[in-house]
């Protein structure tokens, strides 16, 4: 069983910046593909960034690309998201994910999830 928490959340103003932080426990952590996701209100759960099990390779949505940095460090079994430039539409709540499949954008490739951290972007 694999456990993660999410940090960092909170209220910025547009244009301002964040730092979401997942920590892990359970099995190893760097034997897993690590997955970002956000869901606003009403609106289905999307990709954010993904990185591989390496660090190798990382990948972003387009609406965030330029944006925000996905990285991890397998020593403290962690990995972050750097969010900048952040717009209203940013507003949502972050999942941290983990999972097995290289380079998936889809949820249900990932296995284990957060509980959730809330963004707020002000305008």
């Known amino acids: 069983q694999v456990q993660l928490v999410e940090s960092g959340g909170g209220l910025v103003q547009a244009g301002g910046s964040l730092r979401l932080s997942c920590t892990t426990s359970?099995?190893?952590?760097?034997?897993?593909?690590m997955g970002w996701f956000r869901q606003a209100p009403g609106k289905e759960r999307e990709f954010v960034a993904g990185?591989?099990?390496?660090?190798?390779?990382?990948y972003y949505a387009d609406s965030v690309e330029g944006r925000f940095t996905n990285s991890r460090d397998n020593a403290k079994n962690t990995v972050y998201l750097q969010m900048n430039s952040l717009k209203p539409e940013d507003t949502a709540v972050y999942y941290c994910?983990?999972?097995?499949?290289?380079?998936?954008?889809?949820?249900?490739?990932?296995?284990?999830w957060g509980q959730g951290t809330q963004v707020t972007v002000s305008s």
């Open positions: 994910a983990a999972g097995e499949t290289p380079l998936s954008r889809w949820h249900g490739s990932y296995a284990y």
């Open positions: 359970g099995r190893t952590f760097s034997s897993y593909e």
């Open positions: 990185i591989r099990r390496s660090s190798s390779m990382v």
